[in-house]
């Protein structure tokens, strides 16, 4: 059983994201390279931190920008990349598994 990441929707992550306490597996992702419990984990100033939402997107947000490069390449399927990055058809179709419908990705 594989799961989704909830930041670029890859379905190959070992174990959930967050347990069902709401704890971070610390897993990266194979995808986007996000670390649960660490990437998640960003401070705004002295002890008030941002909504592990906000961060999801922000980290969405420039994963996308810089072209969405795979973090491990020689472990996803090599028909959606190009170049070390995901192929923009494939990109939007992955982050279907997020509810996430439209994309700024170009190309």
């Known amino acids: 059983m594989t799961y989704i990441c909830p930041i670029?929707?890859?379905d190959g992550l070992d174990e959930p994201a967050y347990n069902e306490f709401h704890d971070p597996s610390f897993e990266i992702c194979l995808c986007c390279q996000f670390q649960f419990g660490d990437d998640?984990?960003?401070e705004l100033e002295n002890?008030?931190?941002m909504k592990r939402e906000?961060?999801?997107a922000m980290y969405r947000q420039a994963w996308i920008a810089k072209?969405?490069?795979?973090?491990k390449p020689e472990y996803y399927p090599q028909q959606f990349q190009f170049n070390d990055s995901l192929k923009k058809?494939?990109?939007?179709e992955q982050l279907k598994n997020?509810?996430?419908?439209?994309t700024n990705i170009k190309g």
């Open 8 to 10: 670029c929707g890859f």
């Open 40 to 42: 998640d984990d960003v």
């Open 47 to 49: 002890g008030l931190f």
């Open 54 to 56: 906000e961060t999801h």
């Open 67 to 71: 072209g969405t490069p795979i973090f």
């Open 89 to 92: 058809k494939h990109m939007i």
């Open 98 to 102: 997020i509810r996430i419908y439209q």
